[in-house]
């Protein structure tokens, strides 16, 4: 086991991964204070976030890898949830500070684009950045402040995997609320291979399909995971949707699977 796992379990246990998290966030901005002064000089006018605000949903505080990320991500999202209507409303469920939103409004130019988050700062930010698109703040726990139906499509990508088994649930609700009757969602949860990485323990409770969550943080922050088997994922989704896709041949370019759930269920 690597010293950096070791460390991360024992700060798990000690519920001090939130605070450890936001050092490392200021320290790792810190570190990219260059190479984010470069890509700012190498791209004149173009709105980038805080750092920290970019550490608090990535491993890195670097713009170039936030931006790299951010349009390859993209791609997938807009190859996945295809095909749309035309003028599509979608909306990207825990957008943070837009790193795959705004690369996708230049992939599907037509569609009307929202973005939500619990974190006001990152909206905020996103919302004076991107004026095109539709932000807004919505509470950590569901019902999203939009009516049933609003949209064609939705997608989350790293949400789920940084909340609870209930919360997982609640929200798997509130997104087939959301979505119009032939609408589509993709929605994203750990891989086979992050899994194995488990203590022993968790690794068995994993593959009977049991919901596993590494707390230490609170929910929807990095430092807060979860793991679900594909089996235990088809019975998160289906209650919900009609059709449950698991698409694991995009997880090695996204690093994560994704899940297209399409025909919400009353």
Known sequence: MSLRRTLVRGLRAARLAGVADRAA?????????????A?????????????????????????????????????????????????AHILEWGCGPARILAPLAQLVPDAKLSGCDPNGAAIAWAAGAL???????????????????????????SILT????????????????????????????????????LPPADQARYRRGEAVALGGGK?????????????????????????????PDVAAALGQDIWLLRAPRP
């Open 131 to 157: 004026p095109a698109i539709a932000f807004r703040t919505i509470a950590p726990a569901p019902p999203a402040s939009y009516p049933a139906g609003s949209f064609d499509a939705i997608y989350g990508v």
């Open 39 to 87: 890509f700012r000089a190498a791209h004149p006018g173009r709105p980038t976030p805080d750092p920290r605000l970019i550490y608090e949903i990535q491993t890195y505080a670097s713009l170039a890898e936030f931006d790299r990320s951010g349009r390859a991500h993209a791609a997938i999202i807009a190859d996945v949830l295809q095909p749309l209507p035309p003028a």
């Open 25 to 37: 966030g200021a320290w790792a901005a810190w570190k990219a204070r260059r190479e984010n002064a």
């Open 162 to 197: 940084h909340l609870d088994a209930a919360a997982c649930r609640a929200w798997v609700a509130e997104i087939a609320r959301l979505l119009k009757p032939d609408g589509v969602a993709a929605l994203t949860l750990h891989t086979e291979s992050s899994a194995a990485a």
């Open 219 to 247: 929910q929807g922050s990095r430092v807060f995971a979860f793991y679900l088997n594909p089996d235990g994922a088809r019975a998160l989704f289906a209650p919900h949707f009609a059709e449950v896709t698991h698409r």
